[in-house]
């Protein structure tokens, strides 16, 4: 076990959360920071616990940082995950070409760093202080041999190459001082595994050139698209999070506060089933793309299993979800307190239902539903019959109500799948089925001035009730959604952002951030009804709302310009990318 020392972390302190860059393989992801400092990696897996935890408080990092004064910037390589952090010092500049192996193994992390002297020569300190266990276990078993370090930190093992001439500090980090002359380069291979590592370590030539030609083969070409680089950059982003099992995390993180000591920190490095479907939906916008795929196998497999105990979230591994729990040996990024797992796993979310008949429907109009996908679009549609008059913790996963939201998700996901290619005797029975919950909703959820509202007794307007005419519940046209749309823009917008929904009376940023999802949503119905133009306002508000690695996190303080919540979000890069597709063209074009 880690002692109190203070450990490497405490020279590197946490930046705010738009200068963060991702790098992911699938399996797992860590947040790059300006100095150089992975502040957060789990390994060997997304749900495992941190070996770089100082972003929230805890012990363990990796930095690659110049000696020099520097100013600091980055950019992706073309449709990738492959980060260059770039300096520029008072002797020129100087690169570290990051990434994690892609694609990953699911035991095994492999971390490249390539540091580059650009222009001038470069001097850098790197710092290696594995700590798993969020920080408890130190390295231990620490030794080199023909140049490359090896050790053990709690269960995993660790084997480092590239830093021969590091030597052990007092608090049993590792520690390198490179000189560089311009135009060289150093390469640096980590290794973190929970078993035993191959005989022959990692080389890194050979590595880079299969993550580069992965990511390559990964990222598909796009059609005509409002932000095409944006787009093909949230496609990257999407497959990082993505396990080899078709799994995607709503976030690569856990714990980073929603609102300065508000409480509302999560856990959100499990799949939820409606993410899942977002993003399918939203590949489905351009085409049949392998992350489409992922989405339906993965939601398919899960629906066939669990049928109408269909928990909200999984791991990527598809197993349950743990409990919540703090750790109180942690102090947490500021203004939050960390915490594990996810309370998720006790609720039923009733929408997760009818966004899966949805994802369907949009596999099939390419012809990507087989018939085990059939069978689980059945095995749906009967939870849809035995569930939908039951209560719900509903789309923001609040206490259980018979939310319009996620009853009209269910009637867009009949709609869309009885059009899908079934036979014609069941298609009429799901769409009876969609008619019933359609007036069990107009029943006890419209409001007085003929606008949806968000249950009965909450007469509330909510953003999540543009997905209706979005989605096919209802046209577009209705006066209903109509309604809806100007009571939506009307009380819930601010400054070309737009929020959930009205907490109490005070100014809506008093209450939250804004939900950069809700704004691509906005932009999506403003765009369906004719706006283009408005549309489009809405598509480039929120699109700007992330730092210079262009990664979004679920909230935007707008007050202070700054991202709130985990990151990266998965399900807004997915709306993202949507609306990007669907503004390229006309709305009834596709």
Excluded at 106 to 112: D, G, N, Q
Aim: charged share 20%; aromatic share 8%.
């Amino acid at each position: 076990m880690t002692t109190d020392d203070p450990g490497a972390a405490d020279e590197f302190p946490p930046h705010v959360l738009r200068e963060y860059a991702l790098v992911a393989d699938g399996e797992r992801g860590a947040l790059i920071g300006p100095r150089g400092d992975f502040a957060w990696l789990c390994a060997p897996r997304w749900d495992s616990d941190a070996v770089f935890s100082c972003l929230i408080g805890g012990r363990g990092v990796y930095a690659v940082t110049p000696e020099e004064r520097f100013v600091w910037g980055g950019y992706y390589e073309g449709s990738s995950l492959i980060w260059r952090s770039r300096w520029i010092t008072s002797g020129g500049f100087t690169e570290c070409r990051e990434a994690l192996a892609y694609p990953g193994d699911p035991h095994t992390t492999v971390v490249l760093r390539r540091v580059v002297a650009l222009d001038g020569p470069a001097r850098v300190r790197v710092v290696l202080d594995v700590r798993a266990g969020f920080g408890r276990y130190r390295m231990t078993q620490l030794k080199q041999s023909h140049g490359i370090w090896t050790a053990r930190s709690g269960p995993l093992r660790v084997r480092w190459s590239g830093g021969a001439d590091a030597s052990v500090r007092p608090d049993g980090a590792l520690e390198l001082h490179l000189a560089l002359a311009a135009g060289d380069q150093h390469d640096l291979v980590l290794e973190i595994s929970d078993q035993a590592l191959p005989r022959v370590p990692v080389q890194a030539r050979e590595a880079w050139q299969a993550t580069e030609s992965s990511w390559e083969a990964a990222v598909p070409e796009l059609g005509p698209s409002l932000a095409t680089a944006d787009s093909r950059h949230s496609y990257a982003v999407l497959a990082g999070l993505t396990s080899h099992r078709g799994g995607m995390v709503a976030a690569a993180t856990m714990s980073l506060p929603e609102r300065s000591k508000a409480g509302r920190n999560y856990d959100y490095r499990y799949a939820w089933i409606r993410d899942q479907c977002y993003t399918g939906q939203a590949i489905a916008a351009d085409g049949p793309h392998r992350l489409l795929d992922d989405a339906v196998s993965f939601v398919a497999e899960r629906i066939l299993a669990d049928g109408p105990d269909l928990k909200p979230a999984y791991t990527v591994g598809c197993g349950p979800v743990p409990g919540e729990e703090s750790l109180p040996h942690l102090t947490g990024y500021p203004g939050g307190a960390d915490k594990i797992g996810n309370w998720v796993n006790r609720q039923f979310q009733l929408d997760a239902l009818g966004e899966a008949l949805q994802l369907f429907a949009a596999a099939a109009a390419h012809d990507h539903l087989d018939t085990v996908h059939w069978q689980a679009a059945e095995t749906a549609v009967k939870a849809i019959e035995s569930r939908w008059t039951e209560p719900d913790a509903g789309v923001w996963e609040l206490d259980n109500h018979r939310w319009a939201h996620s009853r009209l998700m269910c009637v867009a996901g009949l709609r869309a799948i009885a059009a899908a290619g079934t036979a014609p005797a069941q298609a009429a029975a799901w769409a009876t089925l969609a008619d019933a919950i359609l007036a069990d909703v107009a029943a006890d959820s419209v409001h007085p001035s003929g606008r949806w509202q968000r249950a009965p007794g909450d007469e509330r307007v909510d953003a999540a009730l543009l997905l209706a005419p979005i989605r096919g519940a209802v046209p577009a046209a209705d006066p209903r959604s109509l309604a809806t749309l100007e009571a939506i823009a009307a009380d819930l917008a601010s400054d070309g952002y737009l929020y959930r929904y009205r907490h109490d009376q005070r100014p809506l940023q008093k209450s939250e951030g804004a939900f950069v999802l809700c704004g691509f949503l906005m932009s999506l119905a403003t765009h369906q009804v004719g706006r283009t133009g408005e549309a489009v306002g809405w598509f480039e508000r929120n699109r700007a709302a992330c730092g210079p690695p262009a990664l979004f996190t679920e909230e935007f303080d707008s007050h202070q310009h700054q991202l709130r919540g985990n990151l990266p979000q998965a399900f807004v890069h997915a709306l993202m990318f949507e609306a990007s597709a669907r503004l390229a063209r006309p709305w009834d074009a596709g």
